[in-house]
């Protein structure tokens, strides 16, 4: 974009100080966040995650405070995990008086006193305690509001969409590494909240209809480019003049326990009925979706399942395909020098590798959605400066805006639904300040749920890319035939054939050694590749065929999946488990409308001769692994 620049010096005139030197492109994204506030037309701050929309927005603070005398005051709102982090930026501009408002109610009644009675120039706070206190919060006219990770504000009809715009606010700045994460009606509720009176709630699925076909109209493409440049800027990576180094991907498959399989089994089998409407039984497919999750990531997830006196060892490890996937991987890891940020969906997951850590005596840090204020700050802060091995977090609480680049290695355990999410937690690592190769890998079940979800996070990441060059900003279409194709009760279904053809585990070992790729002095070897490796230690190359459907990947084609081997299985063992049931009640119909847990039906089904199951049913096991300790005390190692 060939916007005037302003120049370092401007911005330390107006308050900047520091050895913070703001790069051309982020001088560049200032000015053009000045000439928005100048016209008092809100915009968005797309920028990739990394390249710094926390300074940017800072010195447009600073502009407007020190070249335009306007005081404010200004309203920032932030994830509690990014708090402290802005609080720490704003120490850059000594001349802005900012007051985090946080604590406890009887703190924030502290805190609304000093705010009439001293000033302010900025109030730091999140998201929750914004809406806990609105009604106080809109006694004021507030010069700009500022919305970090701002997607949260997709969904135009949330709580938090329709309270602030209720605020008394002159400039709306949105900050997202992700701006359009899913679709055009999320992108116009962020249009929307910036500007309300260009882009009416009421007009959104007009909106969405006009510009429902931009793939094969390149005039109407290039009319959406030119309505949302005013409001919209982005650079990536890429484009720019940083020097972040190179990141590899690595997807590795992994085969799963015999354990592992019954379980999965058995979990297919627990409510039939769903299977028979997906639309009737969302809900309830979900709910086996989940379930399945589990059973790959590790069967002691399930209560009941681990026999006591529940001690960490070899069985412990080798219950679970992807526990042993992993521990083969932190070896190499550990041995070679790196340092790894490992990202899982499920808490109780991070609880099983919190375990696995300890018995391997491994340093670590941990972060999830139950660690708050002062413990979350110092776990990022003894991460940043110990030599500790690993990071454990959720991918909710530990992927947005946190700065992690003492890591050079991710670890996704397990994948979120939304593929974005997944990316802004590989952010935390691949950012600016980074000065080593960055390795991301993904441990996937091979032939389960997670495998064509992936497949799906990858053509959705395809066909929700936002392309931004010399100024224009243009969105693929989304295939809405595609994605409506496939139906859940399909996806748990998926590769069943080939998974269930045999009862033994399907573990097998690596060459990791290989499969990472070259190391040295701690740091990784430039690679060019995207690499993904299967657990059979072949290496499978993307096609490039030209086929770009929603399910075409790796060179096969899941457009018709399941297979149709997968459904005459499914329907084998659905006969069977009826079979079964009769013999065991003496009923001619499953008890449909009967809730029975996971555990019950795992038992009954599996783990017991016919004849007991019966009986057993009145007394199904309850007993399960003891909740991790989050506090501990941390061990620092020398790797």
């Known amino acids: ?60 603070l600073l502009y407007v405070s020190g070249a335009l005398r306007n005081k404010g005051p200004f309203l920032v709102l932030s994830p509690l995990s990014v708090l402290e982090n802005w609080r720490k930026e704003f120490k850059f501009a000594p001349s802005l008086k900012v007051l985090c408002y946080k604590g406890d109610k009887a703190r924030r009644a502290e805190l609304q006193t000093e705010m009439d009675s001293q000033g302010f120039d900025v109030l730091l706070t999140t998201y929750e305690l914004c809406l806990k206190d609105a009604s106080f919060l809109r006694r004021f006219t507030w010069a700009v ?34 701006p359009i994460q899913n679709n055009l009606q999320e992108l ?29 109209q390149p005039a109407l493409a290039a009319e959406l480019q030119e309505r949302l440049e005013p409001f919209l800027l982005r650079r990536v990576k890429g484009e720019v003049d940083i020097e972040v180094p190179n990141k590899m991907e690595l997807v590795i498959y992994h085969g799963m326990t015999a354990l592992q399989k019954k379980y999965y089994k058995a979990v297919l089998m627990k409510d039939l009925e769903a299977f028979q409407n997906d639309h009737g039984h969302k809900n309830r497919l979900l709910n086996i979706l989940i379930n399945l999750r589990k059973c790959v990531n590790h069967p002691y997830l399930f209560d009941g399942v681990e026999p006591e006196p529940f001690k960490t060892g070899k069985q412990f490890i ?68 110990n ?6 977090l959720s991918t909710k609480a530990g992927g947005v805006g946190l700065n992690l680049t003492a890591a050079d290695t991710v670890i996704f355990i397990d994948s979120d639904f939304n593929p974005h999410n997944d990316l802004q937690a590989a952010a935390r690592c691949h950012r ?15 032939d389960t749920v997670e495998e064509i979800m992936y497949c799906r996070a990858v053509s959705k990441l395809n066909l929700t890319k936002t392309v931004i060059e010399d100024g224009r900003f243009s969105l693929l279409e989304q295939a809405e035939s595609a994605s409506a194709g496939l ?61 770009n459907h929603l399910y075409y990947f790796e060179g096969k084609d899941y457009s018709k999946v399941p297979s149709a081997a997968d459904k005459v299985l499914f329907q084998k063992v659905m006969k069977e488990q009826k079979a079964e049931f009769v013999e065991a009640t003496g009923s001619r119909t499953l008890r449909q409308k009967t809730v029975v847990s996971v555990v019950l039906i795992l038992s009954t089904l599996l783990l017991l001769p016919l004849f007991d199951r019966v009986k057993y049913c009145q007394s199904f096991p309850t007993a399960k692994r003891p909740e991790v300790k989050k506090k501990k005390k941390k061990k620092y190692h020398t790797m």
């Open 1 to 60: 974009m060939n916007y005037k620049i302003f120049t370092h010096r401007d911005i330390e005139k107006w308050g900047l100080r520091g050895r913070i030197q703001l790069k051309s492109y982020q001088l560049n994204g200032v000015h053009w966040l000045s000439k928005c506030f100048n016209k008092q037309q809100g915009c968005i701050l797309g920028d990739e995650m990394g390249l710094g929309k926390t300074c940017q927005a800072i010195s447009l």
């Open 145 to 178: 509001l500022v919305v970090d990770e701002a997607h949260r504000l997709k969904n135009q009809f949330s709580k938090l969409h329709q309270s602030l715009k209720a605020f008394s606010v002159k400039f709306r700045l949105l900050l997202t590494g992700t």
């Open 188 to 216: 116009y509720s962020l249009l929307n909240f910036i500007q309300p009176t260009t882009f009416k709630a009421d007009n959104t699925d007009n909106f969405i209809t006009s510009y429902c076909n931009l793939q094969h």
């Open 318 to 385: 080798e219950a679970s395909g992807k526990l042993s996937l992993l521990n083969n991987i932190l070896s190499v890891l550990h041995k070679n020098g790196h340092r790894v940020l490992l990202y899982s969906q499920m808490t109780r997951m991070l609880d099983i590798v919190q375990d696995y850590m300890d018995y391997m005596d491994y340093s670590y840090e941990r972060l999830d959605g139950s660690i708050r204020g002062e413990d979350r700050d110092q776990a990022v802060k003894n991460f940043s400066s």
């Open 387 to 392: 030599d500790i091995f690993i990071f454990l």
């Open 432 to 446: 600016i300040g980074q000065n080593r190769p960055v390795k991301i890998i993904r441990l996937i079940g091979r």
């Open 487 to 547: 139906q859940l009760s399909e996806i748990l279904t998926f590769g069943l054939d080939k998974l269930l053809s045999s009862e033994q585990s399907s573990v097998q070992k690596l060459n990791l050694e290989k499969i990472l790729g070259p190391s040295r002095d701690g740091q990784w070897v430039n690679e060019d590749l995207t690499r993904r490796l299967s657990s059979s230690s072949e290496e499978e190359e993307c096609s490039n065929s030209g086929q």
